[in-house]
């Protein structure tokens, strides 16, 4: 498939003299180590062909990207850490996105059609060995599944390993001939681990896979873009007019979409809270009754001194019996229940792969914290059967902080004796005989 025709990338760079004596230098020099890039515009212009020629996309993505989307399903089936480590070490070089921020750069529509379809259809095949690990994880559960729901969540430290490495992979593509392995391996985790637990999910039917897992590979994608872009026009690669029109579109694309996005993934630091009633009384403060007695005011047409003595004696000697009527309010009375609460059951985590397991708001739901294990945890009588997996709730308290969720059945151990996770149809109640 040719390359893009468009007037930024000449068909071929500026040939040396045949008489030049310093032209094998030159090339042995340029072999090893690009130290600057040209100023001029024929020296742009072949320096941009050469960087297009090396990240145009060849048949070799495609194989390598059937490869590494297998061993990446399987990884999650076997939720093993070390086969997902294996499945990113043999994963596509990712020049080919350095191939598409260039097109978006020079403006060339057919080169950036081409570098995106090559990334769609490298990633549809990642998606697609997913989806069929996921099919087969059907057979095997309920299983431990850890690393899935790992890698179809936003992290932070995520990000910024992806800032380094998409800054990294442009700078040692551009300024090197040597093929940049170690940051397109960065590159790579970021954008095809969320993409095949996207498919996994997608074909073992657990909830909270899909489309979290795409939606966060777009997330991945949009930023390290954004850094690609700047990262190609701090190294003082000057766009055509076209380019800077595609290039301001695409920086509005991607921000859209972390705009969007960005919260899709991000486990959420909120714990539950035990709702506790305490009844309280209010006391209520009677008004005092305090009677008092009041004379007459006298008036202008005043009786005679003697008649105000006499009226006065007859009030006085008159015994007025004094009754105060007190309404206290209606208050209820509090009734105290004697509850015998259960023996609570603890148990530990030991989850067998990953060194923890991963406690959550509901079964298969939003993301609480992670426990490492040798924690203790209290385990209620409580469990859910979601798609045949058991899961139980907990409580647990770290860092003087109570928290509930939910974890897998399969990840705790038991110190007290294990409680029966199944349903009955009567409960039973048993009684205390105290022997004197």
Same mark, same amino acid.
């Given at each position: ?117 090559? !990334?769609? $259809? =490298? /990633?549809?095949?990642?998606? &697609? +060995?997913?989806? #069929?690990? %996921? ?5 095997? *559960? ?50 095809? !681990?969320? $993409? =095949? /637990?996207?498919?996994?999910? &997608? +074909?073992?039917? #657990?909830? %909270? ?5 795409? *939606? ?54 909120? /714990? ?165």
């Amino acid at each position: 498939m040719p390359l893009s025709d468009e007037p930024i990338i000449p068909l071929e760079p500026s040939p040396r003299p045949a008489h030049d004596p310093n032209a094998g230098r030159g090339r042995r020099r340029r072999v090893t180590r690009r130290d600057m890039i040209p100023n001029d515009a024929v020296g742009q212009a072949a320096f941009v062909f050469d960087l297009a020629r090396r990240a145009y996309p060849s048949f070799e993505l495609f194989v390598f990207s059937l490869v590494c989307g297998a061993i990446l399903g399987l990884g999650y089936l076997l939720d093993s850490q070390a086969v997902l480590l294996l499945g990113i070490l043999v994963a596509p070089l990712m020049t080919p996105w350095v191939g598409f921020l260039l097109s978006i750069l020079t403006g060339s529509p057919r080169f950036l059609f081409e570098t995106f379809m090559a !990334l769609l $259809i =490298s /990633a549809g095949i990642i998606f &697609l +060995g997913g989806v #069929l690990t %996921g099919f087969a994880a059907r057979l095997f *559960l309920p299983i431990t599944l850890t690393n899935v729901f790992t890698h179809s969540r936003l992290w932070i430290p995520e990000l910024v390993v992806l800032i380094i490495g998409a800054i990294t992979l442009v700078i040692s593509f551009a300024r090197s001939e040597n093929k940049p392995f170690l940051p397109s391996v960065v590159i790579a985790y970021t954008f095809f !681990l969320p $993409i =095949s /637990a996207s498919g996994f999910g &997608l +074909g073992s039917g #657990l909830e %909270g896979l899909w489309p979290q897992g795409a *939606l966060v590979a777009a997330v991945h994608f949009a930023l390290a873009s954004i850094f690609g872009l700047g990262t190609l026009f701090l190294l003082r690669l000057r766009p055509s007019k076209w380019g800077i029109v595609i290039s301001l579109i695409a920086l509005v694309l991607f921000a859209g979409v972390l705009y969007r996005l960005m919260g899709a993934g991000i486990p959420s630091g909120q /714990a539950a809270s035990i709702a506790t009633s305490t009844p309280a009384f209010e006391s209520t403060e009677l008004p005092a009754a305090s009677p008092t007695r009041s004379l007459p005011t006298p008036t202008k047409n005043s009786p005679s001194p003697s008649a105000t003595v006499a009226a006065t004696k007859a009030l006085l000697g008159t015994a007025v019996p004094l009754t105060v009527a007190v309404t206290l309010p209606v208050t209820e009375t509090p009734t105290i229940t004697m509850t015998i609460e259960p023996t609570p059951i603890f148990g530990q985590v030991s989850a067998r792969e990953g060194g923890g397991a991963n406690l959550r708001e509901v079964p298969n739901g939003t993301l609480l914290r992670t426990l490492n294990n040798g924690t203790i945890v209290e385990v209620s009588s409580e469990f859910r059967l979601v798609n045949g997996v058991t899961w139980v709730k907990v409580a647990v308290t770290l860092n003087g902080e109570r928290v509930e969720g939910w974890l897998l059945e399969s990840t705790v151990t038991y110190a007290t004796p294990a409680p029966n996770f199944e349903a009955s149809a009567t409960p039973s109640i048993g009684l205390l005989t105290v022997v004197p």
